[in-house]
């Protein structure tokens, strides 16, 4: 690109080029392929025909043709005589469409006109929309991203675009068209889809930019970028990208001065990057860029009435598994839709249809109860219980459960109850001179064993209550009627790990563990305050009705004795048994008739692989 003041000046430097070119004996200058553009002031009082040049636009300032040539041919002016197609006064630079009137509006418009032919090839694909859903955010939203980069739109178009494809991308999901959009856009961690918006895409698009543009090797570059920061820092409502870098990289500065981490790790634990490289820097902005989006998406559905119900258990209860592998070859879209919704209390239960004008009235239609939530169908129907409906939910989660606890103790039993010796502390230090002999590699799939309360003894036993086949409680430990849900117990060691399930819905989790508690702590202490003595260990764990695990859950099967992969894939399992049968329950929800000896729902959790040294 050569840029002059004047057409004048333009035209010494083409010609400058073009002896240049000729002196190479190998280059030369193609007229066809150059493009000329000139930009001035007008003044319609001093105009006349008889000037030079005549301006193109109907403004003051606007284009004109500057009537250069090269190596003796004319060069084409920006915009055709004739122009009737978008390339005849568009010209593209570097990937950047430029305007013969340096305006953005047809821009705009193209880019508006593919973005939306790509969501139409998606919706007219032949697969369902949870897959369509893949497609809009790895191929509509990369067919988009260099535009949304390259250009300088107005933020505006991007949140135009984001509003004409939301209700699309709600029917794609399944969920309520009134729902909350941050049930799309949340992070799966924020019990959330995880898709990107248009709009949060575009802010990215452009820090990245502007990013790119400040720190930059070429110092003109960056000068010039350093002019712009400072125009636009003045700027109150106008969103500009610039002011958007400059507050994110100083939050990124600090954090990387004095880091810190969640969870209970100690400090310095975590993979911190002291001195980041500019790529590096780029991605944690861009990734604090998106940390400060989903906070803005949870503190909106905060404020909520009824969509709320999620931030309720958030704290307390894992997400439920909304990875793209799931959602794609997990429980189907059904399953999908009926978590989405139930979370944010958007069902069509009686007291959601009556609130949206559609019935009269909000009874249930097994008990009666003048209001029929979604809580009272999943967890607090006295027919349902009576007829089992929630004790088929829950057993069928113990059913899932019972094979892998089998695995558990069976390795714990054929495990040797001696200690590993400790070797020499002579063993630890290398004489000097000496060289340390090498140590045999452990295989990578020999992972150090997770500490579990059944180490220290081969004689385990356990036993599982369901409701069509009762238990009872080992004799040799305490004569009681009670019944926990799971009985594991050492002769040898003489312990006893008590395990009680509960499926409550998710806003009565915390409820659901005090009264477990409460129930059998009074066993746990005769079980330890009697004659003969056993230690009791006892253990509330919950399921949601929704298909939310606690963290109860987590815990417990940690201590156990499986291992983290084991625990993801239990706690999979149970999220899935829990939602199917919920939507199960969900579907009966006016169905009177309940066949009580239904086939439990049993999740397969594949071969268990041992974790034993």
């Known amino acids: 690109a050569l840029l002059t003041r004047n057409p004048a000046g333009n035209q010494v430097v083409c010609n400058r080029t073009n002896d240049w070119l000729k002196g190479t004996l190998t280059m030369k200058a193609k007229p066809a392929k150059c493009i000329s553009l000139g930009m001035k002031q007008f003044d319609p009082r001093t105009h006349s025909e008889k000037s030079k040049y005549t301006p193109y636009g109907d403004t003051v300032y606007t284009a004109f043709d500057p009537k250069l040539t090269i190596d003796g041919k004319p060069i084409d002016f920006i915009a055709k005589p004739d122009a009737k197609d978008f390339k005849d006064h568009h010209f593209k630079f570097l990937g950047r469409w430029i305007d013969v009137l340096l305006r953005n509006?047809?821009?705009?418009?193209?880019?508006?006109?593919?973005?939306?032919?790509?969501?139409?090839?998606?919706?007219?694909?032949?697969?369902?929309?949870?897959?369509?859903?893949?497609?809009?955010?790895?191929?509509?939203?990369?067919?988009?991203s260099w535009p949304l980069l390259i250009q300088d739109f107005p933020r505006s178009f991007a949140v135009g675009l984001e509003k004409a494809v939301r209700v699309q991308l709600k029917r794609w999901a399944g969920v309520f068209r009134g729902a909350d959009v941050g049930v799309l856009f949340r992070s799966k961690s924020k019990f959330g889809l995880g898709l990107t918006s248009v709009s949060s895409h575009f802010e990215r698009m452009q820090v990245i930019k502007c990013s790119l543009l400040k720190h930059s090797v070429d110092s003109d570059i960056a000068t010039l970028y350093a002019r712009r920061e400072l125009k636009e820092a003045g700027f109150k409502t106008i969103w500009r990208a610039s002011k958007v870098v400059s507050k994110v990289e100083t939050e990124v500065h600090q954090r990387t001065l004095f880091p810190s981490q969640d969870g209970r790790q100690g400090l310095g634990t975590g993979n911190f990057i002291a001195q980041p490289s500019a790529a590096e820097k780029r991605k944690m902005v861009v990734g604090m860029l998106k940390t400060l989006?989903?906070?803005?998406?949870?503190?909106?559905?905060?404020?909520?009435?009824?969509?709320?119900?999620?931030?309720?258990?958030?704290?307390?209860?894992?997400?439920?598994?909304?990875?793209?592998?799931?959602?794609?070859?997990?429980?189907?879209?059904?399953?999908?839709?009926?978590?989405?919704?139930a979370s944010i209390n958007c069902l069509q239960t009686p007291d959601m249809l009556s609130l949206w004008g559609y019935t009269n009235t909000a009874f249930c239609a097994l008990c009666g109860a003048k209001q029929c939530t979604l809580h009272h169908i999943l967890s607090n129907c006295k027919v349902a219980l009576n007829q089992g409906r929630y004790n088929w939910r829950h057993d069928s989660i113990l059913a899932t459960f019972q094979p892998a606890l089998r695995h558990l103790v069976n390795s714990a039993n054929g495990r040797s109850t001696c200690p590993k010796p400790i070797p020499p502390i002579a063993k630890s230090f290398v004489r000097q001179g000496r060289k340390r002999h090498a140590q045999v590699a452990k295989p990578n799939n020999c992972a150090r064993r997770q500490k579990s309360l059944l180490d220290?003894?081969?004689?385990?036993?356990?036993?599982?209550?369901?409701?069509?086949?009762?238990?009872?409680?080992?004799?040799?430990?305490?004569?009681?009627?009670?019944?926990?849900?799971?009985?594991?117990?050492?002769?040898?060691?003489?312990?006893?790990?008590?395990?009680?399930?509960?499926?409550?819905?998710?806003?009565?989790?915390?409820?659901?563990?005090?009264?477990?508690?409460?129930?059998?702590?009074?066993?746990?202490?005769?079980?330890?305050?009697?004659?003969?003595?056993?230690?009791?260990?006892l253990f509330t764990v919950e399921v949601g009705a929704r298909g939310f695990v606690a963290n109860s859950m987590m815990r417990c099967l940690r201590r156990l004795g499986f291992s983290n992969r084991q625990v993801n894939q239990l706690n999979k399992a149970f999220s899935e048994v829990s939602a199917r049968c919920s939507y199960g329950i969900y579907l009966s929800r006016a169905t009177k008739s309940w066949v009580r000896t239904r086939d439990l729902l049993v999740v397969p959790l594949g071969t268990f692989k041992s974790n034993s040294n």
């Open 456 to 537: 220290g003894a081969n004689d385990w036993t356990f036993l599982v209550d369901y409701d069509e086949h009762k238990i009872l409680f080992p004799p040799e430990i305490l004569s009681t009627s009670q019944r926990p849900d799971i009985v594991i117990w050492s002769a040898a060691r003489r312990m006893v790990i008590l395990i009680e399930l509960t499926c409550p819905a998710e806003e009565g989790i915390k409820n659901a563990s005090t009264r477990k508690q409460t129930r059998y702590g009074v066993l746990v202490q005769d079980i330890r305050t009697q004659r003969n003595p056993w230690t009791a260990i």
């Open 105 to 144: 509006g047809m821009i705009q418009e193209r880019v508006r006109a593919k973005f939306l032919n790509d969501m139409k090839l998606v919706e007219q694909s032949k697969v369902n929309g949870l897959m369509k859903l893949w497609l809009y955010q790895f191929y509509v939203l990369a067919r988009i």
């Open 293 to 341: 989006d989903d906070e803005a998406h949870f503190a909106h559905a905060a404020q909520l009435r009824m969509q709320c119900a999620w931030t309720r258990w958030n704290d307390f209860a894992q997400p439920f598994d909304l990875s793209w592998h799931n959602l794609i070859y997990g429980p189907g879209p059904y399953v999908i839709k009926f978590v989405l919704n």
